[in-house]
Nanobody, 124 residues
């Protein structure tokens, strides 16, 4: 069993930055594929970014590419999502997810474990 706890969300003005953190426990962190998803009001949950076993191989959605960066820290069992140049369209609840195995996973059903989510609100 893997437990995921997100933090770092909040209210920011457009153009500013936030860094989300997701602390994982219950399994060797380096064995997990980690991902970030988000769900805006009235919309379906969508893929944001993924990192393969915190080893530096990453993939991001086109909507955030060049602005958001996913990274991992094995020593802290934590994955991060650095979000720059935020816009109101980035407003959503952001979820951390973990999968045992897999490579650069982008579909929700491929992930085994989910965090509770953290709210990000970007004002114009």
């Amino acid at each position: 069993q893997v437990q995921l706890v997100e933090s770092g969300g909040g209210l920011v003005q457009a153009g500013n930055s936030l860094r989300l953190s997701c602390a994982a426990s219950g399994r060797t962190f380096s064995s997990l594929t980690m991902g970030w998803f988000r769900q805006a009001p009235g919309k379906e949950r969508e893929f944001v970014a993924t990192i393969y076993r915190s080893g530096g191989i990453t993939y991001s959605s086109d909507s955030v590419k060049g602005r958001f960066t996913i990274s991992g820290d094995n020593a802290k069992n934590t994955v991060y999502l650095q979000m720059n140049s935020l816009t109101p369209e980035d407003t959503a609840v952001y979820y951390c997810a973990a999968a045992v195995g897999g490579f650069l996973l982008r579909l929700q059903h491929e992930y085994n474990y989910w965090g509770q989510g953290t709210q990000v609100t970007v004002s114009s």
